[in-house]
């Protein structure tokens, strides 16, 4: 952790952070290795203590979940005045897309690939939540997948390894800033380290099971990034690696975080996963459980009561070594500093900076903003979308009218009351001549009785057009959420069946954590948008797209199946010896009843304009390794509306000392562009960004040929070229 507060260096920070270490007796240390919860419960029960009493005596360095304003300033005056040497607490909670003001979940941010606008809005994540008197923020989530069954795929960034690592560090920008010192930031946390994503079955706390290779190539980019970036802590996974629970694998924390990158932070468990231990059967009880996590570098136990419990008797019988102990301690109080809680602990407890600063008008036009550029539009056939100035819209589903599901999983504090509906946004953004139609068509579980169905189809058959909104409640995604099958749930296709024999267009609007199987829809609904659950300002930014006022500009951030069946699908797959475009036909790598291909690719999104790209050029032919080459395009928009598109630039390594990927992302621009506007998008390609796990066991690039493509998605690739990395 390198944030240091610029009103203080780091070494006064160390000097101050060694001078209290030495006043510690082992029980206070071991104290600091102790997080505690609050009311609310983030995961299966724990044993309770008396929390009062517990910090009196020094036990408690974090608290996680203190409901309340003020119950958390009790709960520090208690620490800073009564216990023996008046170390503040840390207070921790999950703000993972905001505290009070919603953007999109992180996968819905993600699709607008603009990390500018994912670090103002963590940003605003960071000041609210710093607001209420909380200090640590359980975020960003940095984990990568391919599964969409998994629930928590709405935490993550999505499939690929570099734009979740440019949204990575964003986020961790948006977070800490530039100075923990400051009333507005807030420490983050890295989670969850490390291959969470990959789950087998995409089952929730499943078990793990990938190479080297997986997990250097794509799972750790992004807590590297998050590394890199300054990040404060980091948590570890429930799951295990090659075997051995995340908490307590040596190769994972003590080995790669803390020795091979250098990270000066600490590490904290997920809830009560260092008892879990014993689950996993590595550990046959607490104290075996206290002492692998410890050993392996873990330093801080959440909720799970097995550090303060046994750390101090196996360190008096010699089985741990104190200086381990120290080491997570003075990590611990080294972040203490940093957020100038010894100066002042109170800091935080502001009345009028929290009246003000909560759910600000300005939180919300950014909520807005990120939310409307998180929008992906899939399909848009006939031009059926941007809706101009229809008599009638008829609004349908039960997800259109609840401020609940808009926010998603994981909300903080997030209140539906705040939340802008479907409805209302449409209903806001309508000028007095047109009539908007509102029916339910189906209940919230999806299930569409006949009454709503006829209702639903009576309708839309006397509206010019109808806005549809179907897809997942938020309680069908996020943690232990995972779904076998990920298609419309209930009977909204039928529904929707229903509705098309209207003849009347009809515009998909899907709410949803994960990508969803809809072969169905994207074959017989003319416009369909990809609308995540976007949070506080879901309305204002669904509108905005519907009526033009904002040109969709998302791309997706992961690749949505024709079928659950090809799960898990990615566009950055590995070659086989049989691939299906070159081996002789019934040979290649193929199903029987499906095509290999998704429905929609990673980096897929429609415009309402169209762009046009050419002259690429390559600064040169080859370069060396400790040198970099430019790679130019000219992107221009023939249309007649104004519109941002993602430029995306992937490189093929075509012979390495192990199977490389048929493509990969290596950087992308957003730009704006007015009609008929044409401009020059320069990349920069080092060697840095070819490397990956050698066969040397490395990461590293390796001399050879490289194709660069440049495109809209990574199916729609505009123009390509090659180049040669020399040794």
């Known amino acids: 952790m390198n944030t240091y507060a610029p009103h203080e260096s780091g070494e006064a920070i160390e000097d101050k952070v060694e001078s209290l270490l030495d006043e510690m007796t082992l029980e206070e240390k071991v104290g600091q290795l102790n997080q505690l919860n609050g009311s609310e419960h983030t995961g299966p029960a724990v044993s309770e203590v008396d929390k009062e009493a517990e910090i009196r005596a020094g036990n408690v360095g974090s608290i996680l979940n203190v409901d309340g304003y003020e119950k958390r300033k009790h709960f520090q005056r208690l620490a800073v005045e009564e216990s023996e040497l008046g170390i503040p607490l840390l207070f921790g909670y999950d703000v993972v897309h905001g505290y009070r003001t919603l953007s999109p979940i992180p996968l819905g941010e993600a699709a607008s690939w ?132 995340a908490g307590a694998s040596d190769h994972l924390v003590r080995d790669i975080l803390k020795d091979e990158w250098g990270f000066e932070g600490f590490v904290v468990s997920d809830w009560n996963s260092f008892r879990e231990l014993i689950y996993h059967r590595v550990a046959e009880d607490e104290r075996e459980a206290a002492q692998l996590a410890l050993e392996a570098g873990s330093d801080m136990d959440m909720v799970g009561h097995v550090f303060v419990n046994e750390l101090v008797e196996l360190v008096e019988d010699g089985v741990v070594d104190e200086a381990m102990v120290d080491d997570a301690v003075r990590r611990i109080l080294r972040a203490k500093f940093l957020l100038d809680l010894f100066d002042d602990p109170y800091r935080y407890f502001d009345d009028q900076r929290r009246d003000s600063t909560i759910l600000a008008d300005d939180h919300r036009e950014t909520a807005r903003e990120i939310a409307r550029k998180s929008i992906v539009m899939l399909k848009n056939d006939d031009d059926v979308l941007p809706l101009t100035d229809p008599d009638t819209v008829a609004v349908v589903g039960a997800l259109a009218d609840s401020g609940d599901d808009v926010l ?85 296709r039928e529904l929707l069946e229903a509705l098309r024999e209207t003849d009347t267009p009809v515009v998909a609007v899907l709410t949803n954590g994960r990508p969803l199987a809809i072969p169905w829809l994207d074959e017989n609904v003319p416009a369909i948008l990809e609308t995540w659950f976007l949070g506080t300002e879901a309305g204002h930014a669904i509108a905005d797209v519907l009526f033009g006022e904002h040109n969709p500009s998302g791309k997706l951030p992961m690749s949505f199946p024709q079928t659950v069946g090809q799960v898990p699908i990615n566009y950055n797959h590995l070659p086989t010896g049989r691939p299906a475009e070159k081996a002789e036909p019934g040979w290649g790598t193929s199903y029987i009843d499906v095509p290999n291909d998704p429905l929609y690719t990673f980096g897929h999104g429609l415009s309402y304009t169209t762009f046009e790209y050419s002259d690429l050029d390559l600064s040169a ?107």
Not at 117 to 139: C, P, R
Not at 206 to 227: G, M, Q, Y
Not at 468 to 479: K, R
Request: glycine content about 8%; some cysteine; overall charge negative.
């Open 114 to 245: 603009d990390p500018v606008a994912v670090e103002e809005m963590s940003a605003v994540a960071a000041a609210e939540t710093s607001a209420a008197g909380i200090h640590w923020t359980f975020g960003p989530p940095v984990d990568l997948t391919r599964d969409a069954r998994w629930g928590r795929a709405m935490e993550t960034s999505g499939e690929d390894p570099h734009l979740g690592s440019e949204l990575a560090a964003a986020r961790v920008r948006g977070f800490q800033g530039d100075d923990l010192g400051a009333d507005d930031t807030v420490l983050a946390c890295a989670k969850h380290f490390a291959a969470y994503g990959e789950v087998k079955a995409g089952r929730e706390y499943n078990t793990v099971d990938i190479s080297e290779s997986t997990l250097r190539d794509l799972h750790l980019p992004p807590f590297k990034a998050a590394v890199d970036a300054g990040v404060g802590t980091v948590m570890n996974a429930f799951t295990d690696h090659d075997r051995v629970p």
């Open 408 to 492: 998603g999983d994981w909300r903080a504090q997030g209140n539906p009351d705040d939340a802008v509906t479907v409805l209302e946004g449409i209903e806001t953004a309508t000028n007095a001549g047109t009539n908007v139609e509102y029916t339910k068509g189906y209940e919230r579980s999806g299930e569409a009785p006949e009454p709503l169905r006829e209702q639903a189809v009576e309708v839309t058959a006397d509206a010019d057009v109808a806005v549809v909104a179907v897809g997942e409640t938020w309680e069908l995604s996020g943690e232990c959420s995972s779904r076998a099958n990920i298609d419309l749930p209930g009977e909204q």
């Open 621 to 727: 032919a080859a370069f060396e390794m400790d040198e970099q080459i430019q790679v130019s395009v000219t992107v221009e928009n023939v249309g007649d509306t104004a519109g941002a598109e993602v430029v995306q630039l992937y490189t093929r390594d075509l012979v390495g000392s192990r199977t490389r990927p048929v493509k990969e992302l290596t950087g992308f621009r957003r730009v704006e562009l007015e009609p008929n506007e044409r401009r020059e998008v320069t990349f920069e390609i080092a060697s840095d960004d070819l490397a990956f796990w050698t066969a040397d066991e490395e990461v590293a690039a390796e001399p050879g040929e490289f194709e660069v493509m440049v495109g809209r998605s990574a199916d729609d690739i505009r123009s390509s070229a090659s180049f040669e990395l020399l040794d």
